[in-house]
Nanobody, 125 residues
Framework: VQLQASGGGLVQPGGSLRLSCAASGRTFSDLVVGWFRQAPGTEREAVAVIRWSGGTTYCADSLKGRFTISKDMAKKMVYLQMNSLRPEDTAVYYC???????????????????WGKGTQVTVSS
């Protein structure tokens, strides 16, 4: 599976961004795709995850209500809509994928075998 993230940039506090992850490769029937982020000096953390078939989603508790993950199966795209952005949301955002992942592991970065290059999101006035 190849993944390509895009859509990052500089945004003011309170603004919105939508990140896109383009996926390609083998069949996706048992694929899980997630967004993770990593700020300087911190560990990579899960943001939101979606199961390709069925659409089960996971979102970090601290981000619920502001961040939403979605997918377009026809385009093989996964999106992360980020609203009400805060300076602490500044990080490199990565999309990642795994096959046959159980829900309890959705938020565990080491469970993912495929990673795209990150896209920088900077929230600053």
């Amino acid at each position: 599976v190849q993944l390509q993230a895009s859509g990052g940039g500089l945004v003011q506090p309170g603004g919105s961004l939508r990140l896109s992850c383009a996926a390609s490769g083998r069949t996706f029937s048992d694929l899980v795709v997630g967004w993770f982020r990593q700020a300087p000096g911190t560990e990579r953390e899960a943001v939101a995850v979606i199961r390709w078939s069925g659409g089960t989603t996971y979102c970090a508790d601290s981000l619920k209500g502001r961040f939403t993950i979605s997918k377009d199966m026809a385009k093989k795209m996964v999106y992360l809509q980020m609203n009400s952005l805060r300076p602490e949301d500044t990080a490199v955002y990565y999309c990642a994928a795994a096959f046959r992942l159980i829900y309890s592991n959705f938020g565990v970065p080491s469970s993912y075998s495929y990673w795209g290059k990150g896209t920088q999101v900077t929230v600053s006035s």
